[in-house]
């Protein structure tokens, strides 16, 4: 199983360093070789940019993290790219995985915070640990109850990582979601 730490780290690397440590982060199974490289085609990734809703909107770093999480749509944790903090950090992109784990489609996730997977019996404590990581910039992992598209709860163990501008300024996060038992 991915590391999410490790899956944060890597996607923040340039695309080349990106697709040199890909294998030793995850498990060939978990990624698609031949997507990592049609990345380096041009013309495959602008055809596959547009086939997200509003792609148009995408700032360019967000449209190569989109790329990456792309190769990762199958590995074993959910990964987010939301937009920052002073826009109530919407979701830009969330990886197979993660739409699988929670039910809801890549069109109902887009433009919305992750908070919609809180419920009734999410713990207080982990919401606020992560108020307090977007807040401050840092990254933190909890462990909460989220609930599905369907209403089913299950426990989440949820790592948030920030993504920075050259200037430093926190733009964008990663989130990693894996469902844990108990």
């Known amino acids: 199983m991915a ?23 995850l498990d060939s199974s978990e990624y698609d070789g031949e997507r990592l490289t049609r990345l380096t085609d ?17 700032a360019d770093h967000e449209a190569a993290y989109v790329r990456r999480i792309r190769v990762l749509d199958h590995a074993s944790v959910g990964i987010t790219l939301a937009g920052p903090a002073y826009a109530d950090n919407p979701v830009v992109y969330a990886n197979a995985t993660l739409r699988d784990i929670t039910g809801y489609e890549l069109e109902e996730l887009r433009g919305e915070n992750l908070r919609l997977l809180q419920g ?27 609930y599905r598209a369907d209403g089913s709860r299950f426990r989440n ?26």
Not at 3 to 25: K, T
Not at 158 to 179: E, I, K
């Open 120 to 146: 009734p019996e999410t713990e207080s404590e982990a919401v606020a640990d992560l108020r307090e990581a977007l807040s401050t910039w840092r990254a933190t992992t909890v462990t909460l109850t989220n």
């Open 157 to 182: 163990r949820v790592t948030l990582a920030p993504v920075t501008d050259s200037a430093g300024t926190v733009v964008n996060w990663l989130g990693m979601q894996q469902p844990v038992d108990g």
């Open 3 to 25: 590391d999410p730490d490790a899956v944060a780290d890597l996607l923040q690397l340039d695309h080349d360093r990106f697709a040199d440590r890909l294998p030793d982060v």
């Open 42 to 58: 041009e013309a495959t990734v602008d055809s596959m940019l547009e086939t997200l809703p509003e792609s148009g909107s995408l």
